[in-house]
Structure formats: C-alpha cells, structure tokens
C-alpha cells in the first residue's frame, strides 16, 4: 500500500486505496503529508492517517521531510516513485531512520535496474527522469531472510542431524543479521556465502542482548530462541515493532507467556528469560500476523505437548508452503 501510494502521486486524477482491516490500521501519514509536500493531494478518508486514502497528483518531484522512527518503507516509497518524476525527489529525515537496512534494500534493488538513488547526510536522494532498466533485462530475486529466520531457528533448537537452508546468497538485507544473533548464542552455525548455503544443528542455546531498530521483523524470531535458551535475553529499541500488523511486541510477549515462559514487556524492551522456562504446549491465537505465526510454530516445535496455532492461512503473506517445509523436515504438522 505504501509503494501504490507514492506511485499514485505520480498520476494525473485521484486514485483510492484501501484494503483489510490490517492494512486499515497501519500508520500512513507521515507518507500523505509527504506526497502533499510535493504539491500532491492525499488523504485519509477518516481523518485519522490510516486508509482508505485518497491521493491525486501528478507530482513533479521536489524536496519532503518526514519522520525516520515510523517506517523505512515511506522512504522507500519515494525513492521507487521519485526516480520517474520530473525533478527527482530528496528525502529529509527529521528523526533517525529506524529500520536503515531495508532502504539498503531499496538502493541495492535501484542500482540494479540502473536508477541511481543515494544517501547524503541526513538526506536521501533520487534523480528524475530516469528509467527502470536491469542489466540484460533481468533480476534474480535473492533469498528472503526474514522467510529464513523461522528455518534457522527450526534447525537451532531442533534439527540435531542438521539443516541447510539454501538460497543465502549475501544481500543488503538487515534480516541477514539472524545468522551473527544464532552464533552469538551459541548455535552450531555455518555459512558459505559462495554457495548461498547456511547450515544450522541443534545447540545449547545462551541468552544475548539484541536491538532490532534496523531488523523489526526479527523480534518474534529471536523471542523465540530466547524461551528456548539459557539465560536471558533481552530485545531492545523495539518500539517500533508495535506499529506491524500487530503490535508484536505485545503478541509474543502474551503468546510466550502462555507457553509457560517468563517474560517482562516494556515500552521499547522486552526481556525473555530462558532459565525460568520450560515451554508447553498452547493454543495461542495467530492474530492475522504471518509472522507471529510462523514464530510460534518454531516454539511449538520444542514446546511439551501440542501447540494449536489459529489463522495459521495467513502464513500465506510471506511463506505460503511454510508448514509443508516443518512437516518434509520430520516435524509433526495437521491441520
């Protein structure tokens, strides 16, 4: 939505965007205030920053400033969007960017099919004018960390003969950062980048300090692994991870304490202590969160007894055959 937002403004007349009641919650108006920066029109219909959204144009470029502590992806958006405008668009942050790596992404993805985008102090910037056009016509899609995660922590805390999870070819991508969290904690971890290859054996997992201000969607994997590893561990800068399709900091937090784990939820923080744990087996609601629900099949796994996981279609977002891979890896999946 985010992306059709921005690209929207490129368009002569209005363009309407809605979606579920997901979509209909997420924050939208540092994105709106943006576009109308750039002599735009976009609004939210109820008045509150959130979808529908009504935006109008066609926007000619120009220079937005917007807040970096809501969403990487408006930053994205405008980059995507600004280098067919005009006059290009420049991105001022007010405040720190939070998830920097995934505007990584964006310029790594850019520079690829030939569009030049590029940080300049606080600022990013895109020239106008250019066109879409990847070397020889092509662009391989690299393998999705995030997706990876759930695999990694599988094989971390329950794959003693070991698991290799193919398509790990390096990328800009901050979820990359799982295999350095794991290592940290002690899994038996390896990773040949050449082939694109990381192999992960279940380990005596410890406790870490981990911030995920540049990796959000991280948070539900590595709490996780906390419940299942000794000591604790405690997840910081994670406010932001409140504003995803659930408040997920909230959701695990409630998800593993009904688990059996001990866990303290603070604003910013959430703590996981995993030598006051031993996980057992719930039935925890999905929340309509792909994420959550991929994360708690993974705690499922070492958990004792039966996890029932509801909503559990919605794994569908980001990794459609997700519960066909736990169950051709040996784990015991119905539905």
Known sequence: MRLTTATAALADGLTVLTGDSSLRSRPQGPLLDAIEQLGGRAESTRANGQAPLVVGGPVDGGTASIPGDVSSQFVTALLMAGAVSDEGITVDLETELKSAPYVDITLEVLEAYGVDAHRVDSAYRVEGGQSYAPEDGEYDVPGDFSSMSYLLAAGALAAPDG??????????????????????????????????????SESALSGVEVSVADTPDLLPTIAVLGAAAGGKTTITDCEHVRYKETDR??????????????VVEERD?????????????ATLPGRDDHR??????????????????TEAEDVDVSFPGFFDVLADLGANVSR
């Open 163 to 200: 698991l290799v999870v193919a398509g790990a070819q390096p990328s800009a991508q901050g979820d990359a950062a799982i295999v350095d969290i794991l290592e940290r904690m002690g899994a038996d971890i390896d990773w040949d980048r050449d082939a694109g290859e990381i192999t992960v």
């Open 292 to 309: 959550i629900i991929m994360s708690l099949a993974v705690a499922g796994l070492v958990a004792d007894g039966e996890t029932t996981i």
């Open 249 to 262: 900091v909230s959701v695990m937090a409630d998800s593993l304490t009904e688990m059996g784990a001990t």
């Open 269 to 281: 923080r959430l703590t996981v202590r995993g030598e006051d744990t031993d996980l057992r087996g």
